[in-house]
């Protein structure tokens, strides 16, 4: 069995022996991508997102180390992640369903981060934001399931989006998490339960 199968299953264990009522799980698609299931759902409307309420309940992640399971890199959450997750120019862009999947994603920061993938780099353009991406940046491809229900409150399935994480990588080696950009909701019909 591949390094990388054992250590989601060892990661899925670990989760199922820490939390009994889980509302996170990962699963594989037939692409053996990783997809986070966030039945966690804290903001059902499109409508009256408090995201000054999302900022303070993202400061508790401040200070908490995880590791991307492909790379074994970890990855810091610092003091900047939470007013960049709810007030980036990315984030006021968002309309409707991609909006509504974005704020729901906050109860499984840990779980995306774990399955991001696929890293790129970039620059830190016009030296935008100075010693804090001295290195530049990482992106990342992370996916995410949001419920979705038949007009008997049924769950019938799971509107899949995808996102991409944006990591400083700071001055002094260590990576930051920065956002979670570009969330929008993939074309393809919905995952079945």
């Not at 010693?131 to 899949?160: C, M, Q, S, V």
């Not at 260590?174 to 929008?184: E, I």
């Amino acid at each position: 069995m591949p390094e990388y199968v054992l250590r989601l299953l060892a990661y899925k264990i670990q989760l199922e022996s820490s939390k009994k009522d889980q509302r996170i799980h990962i699963i594989q698609d037939e692409n053996n991508k990783s997809i986070v299931l966030i039945n966690d759902i804290r903001f059902k409307s499109r409508r009256n997102i408090d995201w000054n309420e999302i900022e303070e309940y993202l400061k508790e992640y401040i200070g908490n180390t995880y590791e991307i399971l492909e790379t074994c890199e970890k990855i810091y959450i610092g003091n900047d992640f939470p007013d960049e997750f709810c007030h980036s120019k990315d984030k006021i862009r968002l309309k409707g369903a991609n909006e509504k999947a974005k704020a729901n994603m906050i109860s499984a920061i840990e779980e995306l981060i774990y399955i991001a993938a696929d890293r790129t780099e970039t620059e830190d353009y016009q030296g935008k934001h100075g010693a804090k991406a001295k290195k530049g940046w990482y992106r990342y491809d992370t996916r995410f399931g949001i419920p979705k229900y038949d007009e008997n409150g049924e769950l019938e399935g799971y509107h899949i989006y995808s996102a991409k994480m944006l990591v400083r990588r700071d001055e002094d080696g260590k990576l930051y998490l920065y956002d979670f950009v570009r969330t929008k909701k993939e074309t393809s019909s919905p995952l079945r339960q």
